[in-house]
């Protein structure tokens, strides 16, 4: 048999591709799991483009209505210095998300690549990468995040860098582990037989059959980008001029929400933090569910038991 007749059998066609992704979204249609995860988050970004819409103008105005309490006029009530929190929490999803999202995927998207290379090449190239990785493993990551974000120029793009640095490195490692498995694999070979470039084995031969630990790197980092980038504004490490749940929270313990009973100043975005995590935790666990042999079957089990 000649090597393109190999790859012929050894490589997976484009139709059974095209079908293993229609099914996985087919299968995460059905999961009760990711359909309630997913309409949260579509139903939080749909609120994040409208915030204009619903709470038109600048929402961080301080007026001479101080520390109210929800009610008909403002439904959740106004901070210490009069500003409506309803409008606070829409126009804050608008930061977060978008950082949250962009964060997780320039992170994903760094671990894809030092992950896939390191697999792929081997050798001189893997020692390097994996000590690269490691040495951001090694290194506190909470010390390092109060670190570049006190030293950087405040903003959105710095807190964005700052988290991107220190949220690859786990990733990588993760997909360097899968994607060494797949290196090994009888199509990947014959890729390499029938003289495919190395970028095209790797990205289309071996990231698709990831697919699935891609997915779930990608919505581990994004809970990563939205916690971290409210932590690190929560301690005054961000840019306080720009509203976002991070920046309320901070608002709201400098105002001294806490000691005075006003609880509707931190509620709404500590709860849409949560919210988010949630979602985005109930569909990445859908998906290990969907992925996993282990869990897959447990799933059949309960549904023979309920049958």
Not at 134 to 143: D, Q
Not at 210 to 218: E, G, I, K, Q, Y
Request: proline letters at 5%.
């Amino acid at each position: 048999m000649t090597a393109i007749e190999i790859a012929t059998a050894t490589t997976p066609t484009t139709p059974a591709r095209t079908s293993r992704r229609r099914g996985l979204l087919r299968q995460l249609i059905d999961s009760k799991k990711a359909l309630t995860g997913l309409i949260l988050l579509a139903l939080f970004a749909l609120l994040a483009l409208l915030s204009p819409v619903l709470a038109p103008g600048d929402p961080s105005l301080i007026n001479s209505a101080g520390s109210q309490a929800p009610s008909a006029a403002h439904w959740l009530g106004t901070t210490a210095k009069g500003q409506d929190v309803l409008a606070l929490t829409l126009w804050g999803a608008r930061s977060s998300l978008f950082v949250g999202f962009t964060v997780g995927l320039v992170a994903t998207a760094v671990a894809i690549v030092v992950g896939l290379a390191s697999a792929y090449f081997g050798r001189i190239v893997d020692d390097a990468l994996t000590l690269v990785t490691n040495i951001f493993l090694l290194l506190p990551g909470l010390p390092l995040l109060i670190i570049l974000a006190a030293f950087l120029p405040p903003g959105t793009s710095t807190v964005i860098l700052v988290l991107v640095v220190t949220g690859w490195a786990g990733s990588a490692r993760v997909l360097r582990a899968q994607a060494k498995s797949i290196r090994g694999k009888d199509f990947v070979a014959a890729a390499v037989v029938t003289g495919e470039r190395p970028l095209r084995i790797m990205f289309r031969e071996i990231l698709p059959n990831m697919a699935s630990v891609v997915m779930t790197t990608l919505l581990g980092c994004v809970i990563f980008g939205i916690g971290a980038q409210a932590g690190l504004e929560f301690l005054g490490l961000g840019d306080s001029s720009v509203v976002s749940w991070g920046t309320n929270l901070y608002w709201a313990s400098n105002d001294g929400a806490l000691m005075t009973g006003t609880w509707w100043a931190f509620v709404p975005s500590g709860l849409c933090i949560a919210l988010v995590a949630f979602a985005l935790a109930l569909v990445n666990y859908a998906v290990d569910e969907i992925t996993n042999p282990r869990l897959r079957s447990r799933r059949r089990a309960r549904r023979e038991r309920r049958g």
